[in-house]
């Protein structure tokens, strides 16, 4: 087996040694990122980034203590998501102007009706997404063992010695997008174009700068043209599952009476809800699975022990995900009074940069936590997919692809380890993930 470089080969940026190295959000910082969380946890678990907040004279703080994080994402009303500043600026700017139109995305527009107060965040998910992509997701485990199969049975094929993969092109990358697209009733045929359209809305995340993944003008403006296109492509899928409704989610969205608001969902709310899918969807399982193949090929006697005990694949999934978060931190939270984490104040109208990823491996809430340990106490209790009322809705989903996908190779792969020609260099931007990552296959012959 070959194994993996040490990090600070793949980056001009130095590996940081001291808080003075500490640059989470520059371009190569990703290969450092797990260097800096032990220097952030020991010496500035709080830490300003100055001027770096929404207005004028205010700073951003990025914390890493799993403590804080969770109590930040569990109040709201103390904590506003960003989500909701947006919103309300925009009501802002109508009322001043009533003939503005919204700035806002389909997916924030949508929030404006179908989700403007607390308790309907709750009814939102309990009515319309649940069914699909929550706990009601197990519906889909026929469908995804099908997609997964589609995509391993050319390089698992029990008749050839040896397979080399390309294992994020032949697997990663497609297995969300089909996933995706199958559940929402979109038609396989239009994959290339929902993968471009999907693209568009990561932008941020991938080419964004700093903390707040800020895009430049023209970016936006080729971003919104080609949302533009998606937007008419959804409304009209919408419009023809509202006449003719099929065995998919957007169908079931042109029917389903909203009991929080006690009527059906209009044809561009359904567009809101598609899109927060679409955005949330594809990359983030991506890169999960990604990870979790490097994982396991840093530690050959692992694939063994899933092998032997299929029980604990489930464990392993959520290992990969706390131990390599692929949203490692996202900055959606402003304080709205004068706070105090770790004995560091923090005033009133500062931006929070929610670092999941270094939370996760805090070492006051887990013992050795740069380890995979299968039988870790509470494995599902990583911050990953945040917690509490705005957590991902689309965790179950992502954990149902994750372990079919691992059940699905470990049946069909006696071996699998990195090919000779990995670069492991990190894509750019707040995800974690490799942009190709070559295996070498032995599929299994019995
Ligand atoms: C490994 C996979 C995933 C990760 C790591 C992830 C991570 C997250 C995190 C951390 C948040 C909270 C953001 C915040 O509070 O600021 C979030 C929200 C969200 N996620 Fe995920 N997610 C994943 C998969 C999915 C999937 C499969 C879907 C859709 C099917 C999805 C849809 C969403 C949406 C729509 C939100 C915004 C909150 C809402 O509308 O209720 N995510 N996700």
């Known amino acids: 087996m070959k194994p993996r470089p040490p990090n600070h080969a793949l980056s001009a940026m130095r590996c940081p040694v001291s808080l003075e190295d500490v640059d989470l959000f520059s371009p190569g910082a990703q290969e450092h990122w ?24 205010s700073d951003g703080y990025i914390l890493t203590k799993y403590s804080d994080i969770a109590r930040v994402v569990r109040d709201p009303e103390r904590f506003t998501p960003l989500l909701s500043l947006a919103l309300d600026a925009d009501a802002r700017a109508r009322q001043a102007d009533p003939k503005a139109s919204s700035t806002l995305n389909a997916m924030l527009r949508s929030m404006q009706t179908l989700r403007p107060d607390e308790a309907s965040w709750r009814a939102h998910r309990q009515e319309l997404t649940d069914p699909w992509v929550g706990p009601g997701a197990t519906r889909h485990t026929a469908l995804i063992e099908g997609l997964v199969d589609a995509l391993i049975d050319d390089w698992t094929d029990p008749s050839i010695d040896e397979a080399e993969v390309e294992f994020v092109a032949a697997f990663a990358r497609p297995l969300p997008q089909r996933v995706m697209a199958a559940v929402l009733g979109f038609p396989e045929a239009d994959l290339a174009r929902l ?4 693209d568009a809305m990561v932008m941020p995340f991938v080419h964004g700068h700093g903390h707040r993944n800020l895009l430049p003008r023209e970016a936006l403006e080729a971003q919104a043209r080609s949302l533009e296109d998606f937007a008419r492509y959804v409304l009209a ?6 006449a003719q409704p099929q065995d998919d989610m957007i169908s079931f969205l042109t029917q389903v ?3 929080a608001l006690g009527r059906k969902l209009s044809d561009d709310e359904i567009h809101g809800v598609v899109y927060a899918m679409m955005i949330g969807g594809l990359e983030t399982t991506q890169y999960a699975l990604e990870q979790q193949a490097q994982l396991l090929c840093d530690d050959p006697a692992l694939f063994g022990v899933l092998r032997a ?9 959520e290992e990969g995900l706390r131990l390599r978060a692929p949203t490692q931190g996202l900055s959606t939270r402003m304080t709205t009074r004068d706070e105090e984490f770790q004995g560091v104040p923090v005033p009133a109208g500062s931006l929070l940069h929610l670092r999941w990823a270094a939370a996760n491996v805090d070492a006051d809430e887990y013992a050795c936590p740069y380890e ?6 509470r494995l599902a209790r990583h911050l990953t997919f945040s917690q509490g009322q705005r957590s991902c809705p689309g965790a179950s989903i992502s954990r149902l692809e ?3 996908a691992w059940n699905r190779l470990l049946d069909r792969v006696e071996t699998m380890s990195y090919a000779a020609d990995n670069t492991f260099v990190h894509q750019p931007g707040i995800m ?10 032995t599929p299994r012959r019995d």
């Open 402 to 404: 994750q372990t079919i």
């Open 257 to 259: 009476t909203y009991e």
């Open 195 to 198: 993968e471009s359209w999907g």
């Open 237 to 242: 899928h919408v419009q023809e599952k509202r």
């Open 372 to 377: 995979v340990d299968l039988d870790r106490p």
């Open 309 to 317: 005990d299929r029980s604990k694949v489930r464990a392993f999934v």
């Open 432 to 441: 974690l993930g490799t942009l190709a990552l070559r295996l070498q296959i």
């Open 34 to 57: 797990y260097e800096a969380y032990p220097i952030l946890h020991a010496e500035a678990p709080v830490h300003r980034i100055p001027g770096e907040g929404l207005g004028k004279g």
